[in-house]
């Protein structure tokens, strides 16, 4: 009989962000499974810190190297070889947690790994508290009220995709900002939306930082886990 195979979100960075089934299920599963970067380092087992301390099972960790590159193929194989090792525990009868920052499937890595299994075990999901509602409330600014439209993008897209979003639709979160910032700065230059916008990096960790006012940042590079919010300054009152 196969095991089971959970999608775990652990929420944005604040170990007590994470729900309690959530924990329960870190500190019930057999074995736990995520990646980890070129460091060695799994932010997603660093945010599940308090439902570790709980854990008892004496099964050794799944561990999946994802390297840091543009190249979708070196992606892809990480993610074969993740969801192997995955199968093979599964197929012992071991139930297989899976960490996953912010939300499984939301801009989750665990889509990838599920999109693999799907139909070869049972799979369930827990979802997580997203960046996007981590970063609001950090703000304490309202993503959307009554009829304003909402739209979530990737700073992936182009500048014109962007300015599209930002002429578009009253409220519009960038997510993975990072290598795109020049450009996402240059859409809300083209729009007009400068002062609509407000930016959040690593929210909830440590080394959290926000800016109100995005006109002091500077025009560079930023780290991959930001975000940029935008709504309109003027909001109805009905």
């Known amino acids: 009989m196969s095991g089971t195979f959970f999608g775990i979100g652990v929420g944005p960075g604040d170990p007590e962000l994470v729900t309690l089934k959530a924990m329960r299920l870190i500190q019930q599963a057999d074995v736990l499974a995520y990646l980890v970067g070129e460091s060695g380092q799994s932010q997603a087992k660093q945010i599940a810190v308090l439902a570790l301390e709980g854990r008892q099972s004496n099964h050794s960790d799944i561990v999946i190297p994802m390297p840091m590159s543009t190249r979708r193929e070196a992606a892809n194989n990480a993610y074969d070889e993740g969801a192997q090792a995955i199968s093979e525990a599964l197929e012992t009868g071991l139930n297989v947690a899976f960490l996953c920052e912010g939300d499984p499937l939301f801009f ?39 009829k304003e439209s909402f739209c979530v993008v990737s700073g992936r897209h182009t500048e014109q995709q962007l300015v599209e979003a930002l002429h578009l639709h ?37 080394n959290q930082f926000v800016e109100n006012d995005v006109r002091r940042l500077q025009n560079e590079y930023g780290p991959y886990f930001s975000l940029f919010i935008v709504s309109r300054k003027e909001r109805g009152t009905r």
């Open 170 to 206: 009253d409220s519009v979160v960038i997510m993975k900002a990072g290598r795109a910032r020049p450009t996402i700065m240059k859409a809300l230059a083209l729009t007009e939306r400068i002062e609509d916008a407000k930016y959040v990096e690593y929210v909830g960790r440590d």
């Open 108 to 146: 989750g890595s665990f889509t990838y790994l599920m999109e693999r299994l799907e139909g070869k075990c049972p799979i369930q999901v827990v979802p997580g508290i997203s960046s996007i509602h981590a970063a609001a409330a950090e703000l304490q600014h309202p993503l959307t009220v009554l």
